[in-house]
């Protein structure tokens, strides 16, 4: 019991609650309406509903899994072959629940299952600020961002379902740029709080994805060998992470 209490004292003291999670995803949420909306936009034109749009934006939760899902299903791909490259594209969510298990080793296992089921990449790019910052995390503080981003993600592909054939190039309306533009302002906060040691190992992590991928792209399609370099680079980054 006095460790439960601790843990919730702690919790009160740093102010990293629920409402604190809500505002720190607020400067993301233009990145999750934007390509929202384009996800939306484009499940439209692959001939899914509405409502099917909708579906995906819950169950699945992917901006990336849900434009291939798009781009297959306008291909006619069969239904095996759809599952098994979003699996695969998705296998970057265990490495990054993986990287932030150990902040939230005092919480139940329900609870670390909460806080990691609607991680993705812009709210781990968020908590990886709040980790180089030398800022703890507490688990409502986690669900507080994540459920903010997801609420926002549904919505923003309702939007662009219903009003798809409004929207016909998203290109031409930069939405196809937002989500790079989030990833830059992510990384340019890491960068800021980042030591200079870890910066060095950055980059020669960025070399090794670099040179995976192009070994890769002899055997393989461009998307796989980006896909298999950029699991494995995640993947080394986490092994020698110190």
Same mark, same amino acid.
């Given at each position: 019991? #006095? ?9 009160? @003291? @740093?102010?990293? $609650?629920? !409402? ?11 990145? =999750? ?6 996800? +939306? ?19 699945? =939760? ?6 291939? &899902? ?5 291909? +006619? ?12 594209? @998705?296998? !970057?969510? &265990? ?16 609870? $670390?299952? +909460?806080? +990691?089921?609607?991680? %993705?990449?812009?709210? &781990? ?5 709040? %980790? ?10 986690? $669900?507080?961002? $994540?459920?903010?981003? =997801? ?6 592909? #309702? ?5 798809? @054939? ?18 830059? #302002? ?15 190992? =950055?980059? !020669?992590? *960025? ?6 991928? *192009?070994?890769?792209? &002899? ?14 680079? #995640? ?8």
């Amino acid at each position: 019991m #006095a460790d439960v209490h601790a843990s919730i004292g702690a919790e009160e @003291n @740093n102010e990293m $609650n629920f !409402r604190q999670g809500v505002r720190d995803c607020i400067p993301t949420l233009l990145g =999750y309406i934007s390509i929202g909306i384009a996800a +939306g936009v484009i499940g439209i034109a692959a001939g899914l509903s509405a409502l099917e749009v909708v579906l995906l934006a819950v169950l699945v =939760y992917a901006g990336s899994a849900q434009f291939i &899902f798009a781009a297959l299903v306008l291909e +006619g791909s069969p239904a095996a072959a759809i599952i098994l490259t979003i699996f695969i594209v @998705n296998l !970057r969510h &265990f490495l990054m629940s993986a990287t932030l298990a150990p902040h939230f080793t005092q919480y139940s296992v329900w609870q $670390n299952i +909460g806080s +990691g089921i609607l991680l %993705t990449d812009e709210t &781990f790019g968020v908590a990886s600020v709040k %980790t180089q910052q030398k800022q703890g995390m507490t688990a409502s503080w986690m $669900n507080g961002l $994540n459920v903010t981003a =997801y609420i926002c993600w549904i919505i923003s592909c #309702a939007v662009g379902a219903i009003f798809g @054939n409004w929207i016909a190039d998203p290109e031409a309306l930069g939405l196809d740029f937002a989500l790079t533009s989030m990833f830059i #302002a992510l990384l340019v906060l890491q960068l800021d709080a980042v030591e200079s040691t870890k910066i060095k190992h =950055y980059i !020669r992590l *960025i070399l090794c994805i670099v040179i995976l991928m *192009i070994g890769f792209s &002899f055997f393989v399609s461009s998307h796989m060998a980006v896909l298999l370099a950029t699991i494995l680079g #995640a993947t080394i980054g986490v092994v020698t992470e110190k």
